[in-house]
């Protein structure tokens, strides 16, 4: 294993409420990834970071916000989640040529 | 802007032969390929660069033309195990490693 957990697994949540999704790392890896994943639309990059404070927008970056305070850490935030972004959030490491995913998080905003 | 794949979805017996497609929009400086089985996350096959190296799978091929802005998978004599959705990941800025994947190409291999 890579070494990378995310957590929750699983939420529920509702139309308007604020939503934090967390990964972490054990690899000490400088590149971390969020991206979401939708039927018909593969895996699309909401944000990446390239180290500690340094993070970029990736293709739908509207309505989401990152931090990284650390290295191991990487936090994605919806601040006022909506029906649209009812998805599966992968969140990605970059170790040598390869990127190692984690296992994934399963939100569901009604 | 997504690299485009194609075909979208595609049907073999075992032992069969497949070839799976990825254009992109832009110049690409090296493209990478992943295999994701149901209900779990990507994973890597293989990587390849601008100017022709290749690192990763042993029974699974690919290519890169630069000039088409394409690459191409040859997954040959597949077997059950090859089944899941293919994704190409793409990097158009040398330097950078921002990962554009493509649109995703569903793979089942019957025996």
């Known amino acids: 294993d890579a070494g990378i957990t995310q957590s929750p697994r699983h939420k529920v949540t509702e139309t308007g409420t604020p939503v934090t999704l967390r990964c972490h790392q054990t690899?000490?890896?400088?590149?971390m990834y969020w991206y979401r994943q939708d039927p018909g639309h593969g895996l699309r990059l909401i944000h990446y970071?390239?180290?500690?404070?340094?993070?970029d927008k990736g293709e739908v970056s509207d309505g989401y916000s990152v931090s990284r305070s650390k290295t191991e850490d990487f936090l994605l935030t919806l601040e006022s989640a909506t029906s649209s972004q009812t998805s599966v959030y992968f969140c990605?490491?970059?170790?040598?040529?390869?990127?190692?995913f984690g296992p994934g998080t399963r939100l569901t905003v009604l | 802007q997504q690299p485009v794949q194609s075909p979208q979805a595609v049907i073999l017996r075992e032992g069969e032969d497949a070839v799976i497609n990825c254009s992109s929009s832009?110049?690409?400086?090296?493209v990478h390929w992943y295999r994701q089985k149901h209900g779990e996350a990507p994973v890597f096959l293989m990587i390849l660069l601008k100017g022709g190296e290749q690192k990763g799978h042993d029974k699974i091929s690919a290519s890169f033309n630069e000039k088409k802005q394409q690459s191409s998978l040859y997954l040959t004599a597949s077997q059950l195990s090859y089944s899941g959705t293919y994704f190409c990941?793409?990097?158009?800025?040398?330097?950078?490693?921002?990962?554009?994947f493509g649109t995703g190409t569903r793979l089942k291999v019957l025996a």
């Open positions: 990605a490491i970059l170790g040598g040529d390869e990127q190692f």
């Open positions: 690899e000490n890896h400088r590149y």
């Open positions: 832009k110049a690409l400086y090296s």
């Open positions: 970071s390239y180290g500690v404070k340094d993070t």
């Open positions: 990941g793409t990097v158009t800025t040398s330097g950078t490693y921002k990962y554009i």
